[in-house]
């Protein structure tokens, strides 16, 4: 499954966030399975979700060693100990733990981003500028590229 597209959200006094409804409909149990999985994200200032099977893809795609480097050793061991199941309720909200709020950095106002194959929370301020840089972005590459021809 392919995620796509952003929506604005609050993390409310709770620490409940509503996955919505647009992701929650094209979830399959059998495919992607009941749960997702937060994880710390790059930036260091985010949070991903993974579809439970879709966790799973990602650590079998890296072979299991005996005797790991040192750095794929300490990588796995603070990605896999931070990773936290979480099961949603009845509608569709999933709480966040209050430590990884915090690591995190995130703030009660969010932005939910589909990032191919997980979903991303980020802080909407934050995400605001950067895409509003990314526009700018294109449109200069747009002109730049208009007046080469």
């Known amino acids: 499954m392919v995620f796509t597209g952003y929506y604005e959200h609050s993390i409310d006094e709770k620490n409940r966030l509503a996955i ?54 300490r990588w796995e061991q603070m990605f ?6 979480l099961e949603p309720d009845t509608q569709g909200r999933i709480v966040i733990p209050p430590r990884m709020l915090s690591r995190a950095g995130l703030g009660r106002e969010v932005v939910i981003c589909g990032v191919r194959d997980h979903l991303e929370i980020r802080r909407r301020d934050e995400f605001d500028r950067e895409l509003e840089g990314y ?15």
Request: charged share 30%; hydrophobic share 25%; aromatic share 10%.
């Open 20 to 73: 919505p409804a647009k992701f929650r409909s094209r979830l399959d149990a059998e495919r992607d399975g009941r749960c997702f999985v937060l994880v710390p994200g790059q930036p260091e200032n985010t949070l991903w979700i993974y579809t439970e099977r879709g966790f799973e893809k990602i650590a079998e795609r890296t072979e299991p060693t005996f005797t790991p480097s040192k750095d794929r050793l």
């Open 80 to 85: 896999y100990s931070s990773a936290e199941t």
């Open 135 to 149: 526009w700018s972005d294109l449109r200069r590459q747009q002109s730049s590229g208009a007046s080469e021809s």
